[in-house]
Nanobody, 130 residues
Framework: QVQLVESGGGLVQAGGSLRLSCAGS????????MGWFRQAPGAEREFVAA????????RYTDPVKGRFTISRDNAKNTMYLQMNSLKPEDTAVYYC???????????????????????WGQGTQVTVSS
């Protein structure tokens, strides 16, 4: 079965950086769009970023544009999220997720929706102190 495991979360001061990783197994990793979502306390889980199956195209939510970079290494079945200039409002549990359909496109509106994904990691906590 598909397994996604996040790592790299932690506590960091505002303005600092963290790099999250998501290791996948049980899937043909290189054929799926992969995404990052986050959930702050008391809030809905929200889209952060997604990357297409080859790594050539990316998509971000506006609040993280210019600060976060999503990337992937298909040879290692791993996706990354480099987070720079972190702000207290970035505090959340971060989840990686696998798109439902292989070789889908980032232009599809469901790229930013929870229902567009059918496998999730357990999450990693990111806490940004002010």
């Amino acid at each position: 079965q598909v397994q996604l495991v996040e790592s790299g979360g932690g506590l960091v001061q505002a303005g600092g950086s963290l790099r999250l990783s998501c290791a996948g197994s049980g899937l043909t990793f290189s054929t799926y769009i992969m995404g990052w979502f986050r959930q702050a306390p008391g809030a809905e889980r929200e889209f952060v970023a997604a990357i297409n199956w080859s790594g050539a195209s990316t998509r971000y939510t506006d609040p993280v544009k210019g600060r976060f970079t999503i990337s992937r290494d298909n040879a290692k079945n791993t996706m990354y999220l480099q987070m720079n200039s972190l702000k207290p409002e970035d505090t959340a549990v971060y989840y990686c997720a696998k798109r439902r359909v292989p070789f889908s496109t980032l232009n599809d509106p469901s790229t930013e929706e929870l229902y567009g994904y059918n496998a999730w990691g357990q999450g990693t906590q990111v806490t940004v102190s002010s």
